[in-house]
């Protein structure tokens, strides 16, 4: 089993389950349609091409509410 992380987003500390992107708080600031391609491109633990870049849209986001 992996280790928890650290949220992504600037200035947060919460502590991740290693099977989510983020903590409850900011994933829920990701527009619904960005959570389902992230999880459509998430497959049996394995990303799918595009993921990386999803993922990095989701965080660019939420950032940019929080400015």
């Known amino acids: 089993m992996s280790a928890n992380h650290k949220c992504p987003i600037r200035g947060c500390g919460s502590r991740v389950d290693p099977d989510r992107l983020m903590c409850h708080g ?27 870049e999803a993922c990095q849209s989701a965080i660019e986001q939420v950032e940019a509410v929080g400015k």
């Open 26 to 52: 900011h994933w829920r600031m990701v527009p619904l349609p960005l959570q389902k391609t992230i999880w459509r491109l998430w497959s049996n633990g394995r990303p799918k091409s595009g993921h990386a």
